[in-house]
Structure formats: structure tokens, C-alpha cells
């Protein structure tokens, strides 16, 4: 990658927000949040791990049925689809940010909870919370963008794969749940020994290929062998359905999450700018660096809330369906600071989303 | 079958436990169910004076059944978070055999993080306890000396209810008056030394109950106001074996006297009870902690990782802001301030972020 910023996405703004104001707008809507997060917030959540208690359990047995009734088996690989959404979502992307760690419950903590995708975890709780919520869009230090396959910016240099990004992308999007537990192992050092320098290790290599290679290991037995033996002589209806909710799973989860951080308005930023940056030089990097989606409330509960990806980033250990009520004084302050807040439907956001990828597929 | 079924929910459900897994569900049907712990019914919340409430709970068959002197930790749920606090079983055995149900006496602590909200239990709600725990026992076969301060009453009134039950049945089915002192004369004696403040000795009544059952057991009630120093009334008792629950303050003269006389004691002090007044962050004061098996001092200036880091401690870490919670240990015990918000946090076990945390009591962690 270069250093060269040959700036596509509104690089200089004129107008830099007051900083410090900035900073002390949004923590005075945090303190506001927080201090209301309770009872009401324990009991959501866990309704919703009871609802994908019902949805995974409902799924996996209907996929059973499918020899009865073919619908039976269609509709048991949306109930079992929708059961991975919410696990890996709602429930375990924001508990695994410690959303909920002042539940103080032994199960639903960010350092205890485990979700139903072939990614382990811990590895994806280090990457994710730490390299990509604190450096968000930072091009070098969040791998997140781009995932280090697609070109997304002219901050990267254009190579001849660049051409059939799209491709990959369609790819990615199919396989995500192994893209995200490849990349978050940070494939490209662990297994091939490239170095960064600008990476601390406090994980060893051996450590990392360990965890990526036995959730991934168990991920496939549960899917692929156990559960479709205990189906027995339907072994391959369970199979089948399996790989489809997986399939759709990935296929949702991906779309969101670049609907997130990839569409046509969102900005990069360089490693110089962040330095020693203040609070606010931060919030501000985190409210450029995302986008939201507008929707329904079951819209926003499949998404994980990520539809509020903007407040995610600003306060991402507020209990997620808090944003909602946080991202209408959440887009008063962006306005009074003249700040984009960058939201729209889901058709406008992905399809710009669509034109980044195809658009850095040419130099 | 348990581990069985762990690996059953390990491999098909990524969940450590079965039981963890199944959790919410199963809590729709019955309340307060928890992996780890038992469940407990409120029988009845009543105040003994204005700071002290006893607290009957029926706990579940399943629960083992305690000696009396043992304590139980009471997990309940406040505005959605689990908090836990250990008390001792202020009735004995007999009682729960008879009536399945457990007395606590517990003092309300204006500050505490627990206790004010003990008063809004009603009947009928579920809370957890863990089985008892402890192995603070009356011998029966020597003159025992037993000093309470305070609330430190209820193991003792533990203990002396089943000893009633056991001792004080017999003589009855006997039915002979003489036999009765008789083999009460041969029984060791139990000295009952209690301290409280003016007015506020608790279950009185019951004391003076068993002791008209028991000819062998006699009791004071003290005030320090009144009666003076504990260390006047022990010179009696150098022929006995001690056992003491209460403050430190209590404690502390106590076992320099036993060690002095080389005389056994038993203790369930309150260990080091916290500062109630915390100072301020800019007095700069050193606590020891222990992380892991490494005991290490730290200032309450610095955050705790930077304070690990330079001790060469090996601890996981992130952005040292409080975002990624990369450093997040469990707090088995102590107080931590957070640097952000400089709220201070419970005293019993969670989950802290080390780059945001000072330390302000002595702290037990574990990563």
C-alpha cells in the first residue's frame, strides 16, 4: 500500500468540527444511555437468545421433516438461518463487544460466549473490537477495510486482481463466515509468516492457527457430520438444509456489514492523522468511518442493530438496541457540527455500496 | 452425564454447559434458574430493628444440606445485574429438616451494593444461593467459649438451635427432671459473650429460649460503652476453646489473647472490612494485588495494565482506552475506580478492563 491519499472521498473538508464540543455532546448522550441500561436491557436480550432458541430448534427439526413435506424442509432452512443471523448478530457479535458484561451472568459476557460461525471468538473479539473498532478506517491498521481483498479506496495501490473484485467480492460473500475466521486469524502473517511491524503481538502464531483450526474444525463436524448423522437415514436433507442456512447466513451477515463501512460516502483516513488524536478527533474518525441503513424494527434485530452502524462505532459496549433511541440526538449533534450523517434505505446504501466495488475495480 | 452432556453443547451448541445453553428458556418456566447455583424461595422479609432484616428462604430439594456455621453466597438480580453477597445461615440444620427453610440475619448497609435492596424481596420470589460453604463448627466435647459482635450472632444461634434440637429432645422423651441436670452437669459448657450496640442485640428472645433448655449454656449480653473491652471477660475462659465472629476489632484483641495462652480459637471475622470513606485520587496510596499467583504493589495514580506492564506482567491488551476489552480480567475481590467515568465498582466478582481501571481497595484478579 501507499501513502499517497489521492482523495476520491471528500478529503478536505473545510469546516472541522469543534472538537472538543464533539466529544462532549457524545458522551453526555452516553452517560445519558448508560445510565438507563438496566433491567429492561437484561430481559431483551434474553428474549432474544430464547427466540433463536426456538428458531434453531424449530429449524433442525423441520429440516427432518422435509421427506413428509418439502415446504416443511424450506421453511425449517429459514427458521435455522435466521436462528445463525441472531446468534452471530444480535446476540453474539454485541454480547462479545461486552454489551452486557454488567449483567454480571456467567453465560452472557463477552468473555464467555462462543457463536454458531466457523470464527473463533477470542481470535475475532482481538481483531475485530480492538483493530477495527479502534482503528477504524485507518488505511494499514484496520484490515477490516477491504478485508484485504477488495480495493476500496485509491488509498491501495491498483493491481490487475482489482479487475474481477467483484467476483471475489460475490465469493467472499458466500464463504463469509470463512473469509471472517481466515482473515481474522490475520491470515496473511500467521500463515505465510508476512510481517507488519506495526502489530503487537500478544497472541502467538501457534496459538492463533490452533483456535482458527478447531472452531473451524468443530464448526464443520457440527454442520456437516454430527447433526446430519443424528438424522440418520435423512442424513442428507439435514446436510443439505445446513448448508443452505449457512449459506444464507453468510450471505446476510456480509451484505449488512459492507452496507456498513463500504458505501460510496464513507471516508479512509491515514495513520499521520491519528496520532495522539483527541476524543473527539476519534468520534469523529468513527461517525465518517460508518454508515446506517434505515428499516423496521425486525430489519434492525437482523441486523444486530448494525442498521446503526454509526452509533456501533461511537458507542460500541452500549447494549445495541439502545442506538435506536441514541441516533436521533446522535444525528442532531453530526448536523449542528456540520457532519454527514450518512444513512439511507437499504436499496440506496448497498447499491452504492455495489459502485464502490466496481468502481476501485478500475484504477 | 454431566460431562457428557457438556460435551454434547460444547460441539453442537459452542456453549461450555448444557445447562448454560438452555438458560433463558428454561428461566421463562422457572424463575432465578441458574447453571452453578442454587434456587431459593422468599419465604418472608421482616425487619428485627431498623438496620437489620431476617430473610426466610425455602431453598430447593436439591440443596445440600448445611452444619450450622456454614454460610451461603445469595445472588440476586438488581435492575438486571447479578449481585452476590455471602451471609451465614442463621438457623441450624433441624430447622431446615423441619420446615425446609433457611434463616438469614442480615444488616442493611446504607452504601452496600446488595443489602438496600434486600427489603423489596417479597414472598414468593426466587433468588439464588450456592451450597454452603465453610467449616466454622461447634465441638460438643469441650467447654466452648463462643464471642459474637454484632450480626455475628447468627452462626452461633445456628449452632446452638441444632445443638438445642439434638440435646434438649432427649431429655424430654426422658421425662426424669434429675437425670436431666444430671447429664447436663457432664456436658461441656458453652459460654455465649455478645457484643452489640446499646439496643441492638438481636434474637434475644431465642437466646434466652435455649438457655432455659440448656442448663449448660449461659449468655451475656455486652456493650463496649458499658461493659467495657472484651479482653476483661476472657481471663474466665482460659480453660475453654474460643470461637469468635465478628469485626476485626473484635477479632484482633481476641486472638493476641488466645495466642498469648495458647488457647484454641475459631474465627469467621470480617475480613478487612472496606474503608467507607475511599480518598480521593489525587492522594497517592499503594495496594497490593494479586493477579494469578503474582502478588505485585500498585498505586492508585496509574491504571492497572500500565502498572502490570511495567511489573513485566504478561497480560493481554488493545487500544488502552476502554473499547476492545482485549484486557478484560475477572476481579475475584477489591474495588476498582473507573478512570473514565470515576464511578467505583462493586467489591465482589467481575469483569474489569484493566487499561480503565485504578485500583482502590487490595484486589484479587485473575485473567
Known amino acids: ?363 | 452425564m454431566k460431562s457428557l452432556l457438556s460435551k454434547i453443547s460444547h460441539s453442537l451448541f459452542h456453549h461450555l454447559t448444557w445447562k448454560g445453553y438452555w438458560e433463558p428458556l428454561v428461566q421463562r418456566f422457572k424463575p432465578a434458574w441458574r447453571d452453578g447455583l442454587f434456587r431459593a424461595q422468599i419465604t418472608s422479609a421482616t425487619y428485627l430493628n431498623p438496620n437489620t432484616l431476617q430473610i426466610l428462604l425455602s431453598p430447593e430439594k436439591k440443596w445440600p444440606v448445611h452444619l450450622a456455621g456454614q454460610h451461603v453466597s445469595l445472588t440476586i438480580e438488581i435492575n438486571g445485574r447479578l449481585t452476590t453477597r455471602v451471609f451465614t445461615i442463621a438457623s441450624g440444620a433441624s430447622t431446615h429438616a423441619l420446615e425446609n427453610e433457611l434463616r438469614l440475619v442480615i444488616r442493611i448497609k446504607e452504601q452496600g451494593a446488595l443489602t438496600p435492596h434486600l427489603p423489596t424481596l417479597s414472598p414468593g420470589q426466587w433468588v439464588n444461593i450456592s451450597p454452603p460453604m465453610g467449616r466454622f463448627a461447634l465441638r460438643e466435647d469441650k467447654d466452648m467459649l463462643m464471642i459474637a459482635g454484632g450480626s455475628g450472632i447468627t452462626p452461633f444461634i445456628a449452632m446452638l438451635e441444632d445443638y438445642t434440637s439434638k440435646h434438649a429432645a432427649k431429655h424430654s422423651s426422658n421425662g426424669c427432671k434429675e437425670h436431666h441436670s444430671r447429664q447436663a452437669s457432664m456436658k461441656p459448657n458453652i459460654h455465649l459473650l455478645y457484643y452489640a450496640k446499646q439496643g441492638e442485640h438481636l434474637l434475644i428472645d431465642e437466646l434466652s429460649n435455649i438457655s432455659s433448655k440448656l442448663p449448660n449454656f449461659a449468655f451475656r449480653l455486652l456493650t463496649k460503652a458499658n461493659d467495657g473491652d472484651v479482653e476483661r471477660y476472657l481471663p474466665e475462659f482460659y480453660t475453654y476453646e474460643w470461637m469468635v465472629c465478628g469485626p476485626q476489632s473484635l477479632y484482633g484483641p481476641i486472638s493476641k489473647n488466645a495466642l498469648a495462652n495458647n488457647i484454641s480459637l475459631e474465627s469467621e471475622h470480617f475480613t478487612a472490612l472496606l474503608p467507607t470513606v475511599f480518598n480521593s485520587s489525587e492522594e497517592e496510596q499503594t495496594f497490593l494485588i494479586q493477579h494469578d499467583n503474582k502478588a505485585l504493589h500498585v498505586n492508585n495514580q496509574q491504571s492497572l495494565l500500565t502498572q502490570l506492564q511495567q511489573a513485566s506482567v504478561p497480560v493481554n491488551y488493545g487500544c488502552g482506552m476502554g473499547i476492545c476489552h482485549q484486557c478484560q480480567c475477572v476481579k475475584k475481590q477489591g474495588i476498582v475506580r473507573d478512570m473514565r467515568t470515576g464511578e467505583l465498582s462493586d467489591n465482589a466478582e467481575e469483569l474489569i478492563q484493566l487499561c480503565v481501571s485504578q485500583a482502590v481497595t487490595n484486589l484479587e484478579l485473575q485473567s
Not at chain 1, 472538537?19 to 431483551?44: F, H, M, S, W
Not at chain 1, 432474544?48 to 418439502?70: A, D, K, S
Not at chain 1, 441503513?293 to 447494549?319: K, R
Not at chain 1, 440506496?348 to 464502490?356: A, D, F, N, P
Open chain 1, 1 to 363: 500500500m501507499t501513502s499517497k491519499r489521492t482523495s476520491t472521498i471528500t478529503p478536505n473538508r473545510s469546516n472541522k468540527p469543534d472538537y472538543e464540543k464533539l466529544a462532549q455532546q457524545l458522551n453526555a448522550i452516553k452517560t445519558d444511555i448508560r445510565a438507563r441500561v438496566g433491567n429492561e436491557d437484561a430481559q431483551y436480550i434474553k428474549r432474544v437468545i430464547v427466540l433463536q432458541r426456538v428458531c434453531e430448534w424449530t429449524g433442525r427439526i423441520l429440516l427432518m421433516l422435509g421427506f413428509l413435506q418439502p415446504v416443511l424442509w424450506a421453511v425449517g432452512v429459514l427458521s435455522l438461518a435466521t436462528a445463525k443471523i441472531l446468534d452471530n448478530m444480535e446476540i453474539g457479535h454485541n454480547v462479545m463487544h461486552g454489551q452486557y458484561d454488567w449483567m454480571n451472568d456467567k453465560h452472557i459476557n463477552s468473555k464467555a460466549y462462543e457463536w454458531d460461525i466457523a470464527c473463533d471468538g477470542s481470535s475475532w473479539n482481538r481483531v475485530h473490537n480492538y483493530e477495527h473498532h479502534t482503528y477504524t478506517n485507518i488505511i494499514g491498521k484496520d484490515r477490516d477495510f477491504g478485508y484485504g481483498l477488495l480495493r476500496l479506496s485509491s488509498d491501495f495501490r491498483w493491481r490487475v486482481k482489482n479487475l474481477w473484485q467483484f467476483i471475489t467480492y460475490l465469493l467472499l460473500s458466500v464463504f463469509f463466515q470463512w473469509g471472517v475466521a481466515y482473515h481474522e486469524m490475520a491470515a496473511e502473517r500467521v500463515f505465510f509468516g508476512k510481517k507488519k511491524d506495526n502489530r503487537k503481538n500478544t497472541v502467538t502464531h501457534t496459538q492463533l492457527k490452533k483456535r482458527f483450526f478447531s472452531k473451524g474444525a468443530r464448526q464443520l463436524v457440527k454442520d456437516y457430520v454430527l447433526f446430519p448423522l443424528l438424522a440418520g437415514p435423512l442424513f442428507l436433507w439435514v446436510f443439505a438444509g445446513n448448508a443452505l442456512a449457512n449459506l444464507l447466513r453468510n450471505l446476510w451477515t456480509s451484505t449488512i456489514i459492507f452496507c456498513g463501512h463500504f458505501t460510496g460516502d464513507v471516508e479512509t483516513f491515514k495513520e499521520e492523522d491519528c496520532k495522539n488524536e483527541t476524543q473527539g478527533q476519534w468520534y469523529y474518525r468513527q461517525a465518517l468511518g460508518s454508515s446506517n441503513i434505515t428499516g423496521g424494527n425486525v430489519f434492525h434485530v437482523l441486523t444486530g442493530h448494525l442498521s446503526f452502524q454509526i452509533e456501533h462505532h461511537l458507542f460500541p459496549d452500549i447494549p445495541a438496541r439502545r442506538y435506536r433511541e441514541m441516533a436521533p440526538k446522535v444525528k442532531a449533534v453530526f448536523e449542528e457540527h456540520g457532519m454527514h450523517y450518512n444513512t439511507g434505505s437499504f436499496v440506496k446504501q448497498y447499491s452504492s455500496v455495489l459502485k464502490r466495488i466496481l468502481r476501485y475495480s478500475l484504477p
